[in-house]
């Protein structure tokens, strides 16, 4: 069953966010996440992951790699601390710089 295609909101924070931190593209092994701007993709503009690479990486690591995911500043627990942040994050572009920054000192 195809999925519905939905309207992008206007809260455009995460990927104001996302381009900005970019951490996924700088730490993935192989680069197939693509460093520069979004291009256009199924009628919408996106990050297009290289999905051939990467799988073929996981058979030569022998299991998935998931850097991306563990560099992600959205992938931290569920707490208090990261909820705050999270939430910094949709406030200014100065906070999404300032909650970068803590995201480096504190995880690299």
Do not use: Q
């Not at 206007?10 to 970019?22: A, L, N, P």
Request: charged content about 25%.
């Amino acid at each position: 069953m195809p999925l519905v295609k939905d309207e992008p909101g206007d809260d455009r924070t995460v990927i104001d966010f996302c381009t900005i931190c970019r951490k996924c593209a700088v730490n993935c092994p192989v680069a197939a996440i693509p460093a520069g701007e979004r291009t256009p993709i199924d009628d919408g503009l996106r990050w297009a992951i290289d999905a051939e690479t990467c799988f073929r990486y996981w058979n030569v690591i022998g299991t998935d790699c998931a850097t991306c995911i563990r560099s992600c500043p959205y992938s931290h627990p569920d707490s208090l601390a990261h909820n705050l942040v999270r939430r910094a994050i949709t406030t200014s572009p100065v906070a999404r710089r300032a909650m970068l920054w803590l995201d480096d000192v504190f995880y690299g």
